[in-house]
């Protein structure tokens, strides 16, 4: 049973475009969101987060949407460049007396076209 | 700053053997985790080490084990292996409980076992 889903294997943008990638989760007791980029033979590298009491983070290119209701979130990329191709996994965290247990997603492969 | 170090990077094993993975955590870090990443899926969490104690577990056999010492770092120990044991191993760090903050990856160690 899935609890993080990441719908979409594979993007392909142009580059100078704006990249959108999805997630959507089941947990409701999930109250801290990551985003993580991997470049083959490389670990995972943090990119964004978001805490459930907001809706909105952002930082330079990058922006992490939360829609709680929902239960999805969206990480943008604008404007989305050659270098950001890369696996992106949707990470999300549930307070478990004080264990940070992250439950990933399958990851999307994003491509950026020159 | 020391990011998160992994060794071996690479090992092969026959099925029945024992194998022991290395994680020295980015320094400043005392909490220690291990993912198992299968092919095609994201990271799968294994267990948290903090002051030395296990504090959190995945769905995984006993027969996965570990220890954090007192300087953070911390082995993966994996006995009767299995073919299913075939997996990218990932460490990660993080500065401390009760305060959610990304985890730092290793590149990881890549097991395959014949």
């Known amino acids: 049973d899935q609890q993080v889903k990441q719908n979409s294997p594979s993007l392909s943008v142009q580059e100078g475009r704006i990249s959108i990638l999805n997630c959507d989760y089941t947990n409701s007791m999930f109250d801290y969101f990551l985003w993580y980029k991997k470049y083959p033979a490389e670990g995972p590298t943090f990119l964004i987060s978001i805490s459930s009491i907001k809706d909105k983070n952002e930082d330079g290119r990058f922006t992490v949407f939360l829609n709680k209701s929902a239960k999805h979130l969206s990480l943008h990329i604008v404007p989305s460049q050659p270098g950001d191709s890369a696996v992106y996994f949707c990470a999300a965290s549930e307070p478990q007396g004080g264990s940070e247990k992250l439950v990933f997603g399958k990851g999307t492969k994003l491509t950026v076209n020159p | 700053e020391t990011g998160v170090t992994q060794s071996p990077t690479h090992l092969i094993k026959t099925r029945g053997q024992q194998v022991t993975l290395r994680c020295s955590s980015q320094s400043g870090h005392n909490t220690v985790s291990w993912y198992q990443q299968a092919l095609g899926q994201g990271p799968q969490f294994i267990f948290q080490?903090?002051?030395?104690?296990?504090?959190g577990r995945g769905n995984f056999p006993p027969r996965f084990s570990g220890l954090q010492f007192p300087n953070y770092s911390s082995e993966l120990n994996v006995n009767a292996l299995e073919l299913d044991d075939s997996a990218l191993y990932l460490c990660?760090?993080?500065?401390?409980?009760?305060?959610?903050?990304?985890?730092?990856f290793g590149n990881g160690t890549r097991l395959t076992v014949t």
């Open positions: 990660a760090s993080s500065i401390g409980q009760g305060v959610p903050s990304p985890l730092h």
């Open positions: 080490y903090y002051r030395e104690e296990e504090n």
